[in-house]
């Protein structure tokens, strides 16, 4: 996650594996938010904790930074249907982002809203298609996205191909898998989140 902080600001970079990418992703936010910079998220999976900001806030100690402080630097959007996450991304967020000078957005499943079969799939690819035109405007504006997934089956063999379409137009793609090992002191088996 550092990659994603470091320079140049302007970046499209991709997350996805298994439940904990959006722990992670929710630990980056906050670390930037630690630093006072602001952060536009886009939730379209419902998966946003405001808990674990004010937990993160309560570790370090900083009587600066508060979870009040952290929470009022965080603006919160939530996306139910595929329509309202391309709404939000290309109506709303731009506009958004320019007028609140925000570096950083962080957007949650943004395929688990395109997946749903009850919207047509050339609906779909044309919504996605457009949300990827208003992702590289952002990127020439100098704002970092960050897409948090976590890895689902669509149900329909069609919408398979949508996460290979929005990873070809990301800088960079992370997939965070969760590997098992066994420590020589630890009879049990437990679960480490690895970047790859």
Not at 31 to 59: K, S
């Amino acid at each position: 996650m550092r990659l994603f902080a470091a320079a140049p600001p302007g970046k499209l970079y991709c997350l996805h594996g298994g439940r904990d990418v959006f722990r992670l992703s929710l630990n980056a936010a906050s670390h930037a938010l630690l630093g006072g910079v602001p952060i536009a998220l886009v939730d379209g999976t419902n998966r946003f904790d405001l808990y674990a900001i004010a937990a993160f806030a309560r570790q370090t100690g900083n009587r600066l930074a508060t979870p009040e402080d952290l929470l009022g630097r965080i603006f919160i959007s939530r996306a139910f249907t595929c329509y309202q996450m391309e709404a939000v991304i290309t109506d709303r967020l731009p506009a958004f982002v320019a007028c609140r000078h925000i570096p950083v957005v962080v957007i949650f499943g943004l395929l688990d809203t395109f997946y749903d079969e009850q919207a047509p799939l050339f609906e779909v690819k044309a919504g996605l298609r457009r949300i990827m035109v208003s992702l590289q405007q952002l990127k020439r504006n100098n704002v970092a996205v960050l897409l948090a997934m976590q890895d689902t089956m669509p149900a329909s063999p069609e919408r398979k191909g949508l996460f290979a379409g929005l990873a070809a137009g990301m800088d960079r793609v992370f997939n965070l898998t969760e590997q098992l090992e066994r420590r020589k002191d630890e009879p049990q088996r437990r679960g480490a989140a690895e970047v790859e």
